[in-house]
């Protein structure tokens, strides 16, 4: 019996894929998108800011040489995810992976919220990732196969208080992807969750010095510190890479150790 070769470092190359990033223009999403670019993939960043938007693409393509482009939309909107993905297979002739990493967090206590900001951060967290879902499945199927990686967060599988809005909607995200990976696997399209712990970004810049983040947040980590853009990018090649084909439906845990305690 000969001795079988296993695949190697290969499964990890991303040349001749493309990719949407939803919220790609800064964050976690451009540094998912700048992962996806070093291992060859062609890229759309998505975002309302549509000038921000094309300095991070033009950023992109100055660092890896490859295809980035942007495109500006209201992912909120049925008509203006469709024409993503439409704009999408215009540009690349094919769309291989979606990454819908756009996100809003509200913080407060209950009774300090009101039903206009709880609903906000649903629009655009779980509508909004239901849509881009929806606006490339028709795509992906024709294709035979593709990825789509959903952020939810380490708040959508343990809770924090005054985080009602956000542990919600991305309790949601975590359930949405577990269905729709289901629904999805017979197409050979991949469906998984990438849950972030505390990365140090927009979003979690106004709680960095005060005693919640470094007690509950950044102290809570097995590591004891913030997360680095970098340490994002490994997850979100994996995901969308061959290396991860028997993937359907993980929540892949990206926290320093924060869920581990």
Do not use: H
């Amino acid at each position: 019996m000969g001795t079988t070769i296993l695949p190697g470092i290969k499964q990890f190359d991303l040349s001749g894929k493309s990719a949407i990033i939803t919220g790609g223009s800064k964050g976690l999403g451009l540094a998912m998108a700048a992962g996806l670019a070093s291992a060859g993939a062609n890229v759309m960043l998505v975002n309302r800011n549509a000038a921000e938007g094309a300095l991070a693409a033009e950023q992109l393509r100055a660092s890896y040489g490859t295809t980035a482009l942007s495109f500006g939309a209201d992912i909120t909107s049925q008509e203006q995810t469709e024409a993503m993905a439409a704009a999408a297979m215009e540009a690349f002739g094919q769309i291989d992976i979606l990454i819908n990493s756009a996100g809003i967090n509200i913080r407060g206590p209950i009774d300090e919220l009101t039903p206009a900001e709880f609903n906000q951060v649903m629009a655009v967290n779980v509508n909004g990732t239901w849509l881009c879902c929806r606006a490339v499945t028709p795509y992906l199927k024709k294709a035979g196969g593709g990825s789509i990686i959903n952020l939810a967060s380490t708040l959508g599988l343990v809770g924090l208080a005054n985080r009602t809005p956000y542990t919600a909607s991305k309790g949601a995200v975590v359930q949405m992807t577990r269905a729709l990976a289901l629904e999805l696997a017979p197409y050979n399209i991949k469906v998984n969750a990438i849950c972030p712990g505390p990365f140090l970004t927009e979003m979690n810049m106004p709680i960095a010095d005060t005693e919640e983040g470094k007690k509950f947040v950044v102290g809570a980590t097995a590591l004891g510190r913030w997360g680095e853009m970098r340490e994002i990018q490994g997850a979100a090649i994996f995901l969308a890479s061959d290396a991860a084909s028997y993937m359907i439906g993980s929540m892949l845990t990206v926290d320093g150790g924060w869920t581990a305690r």
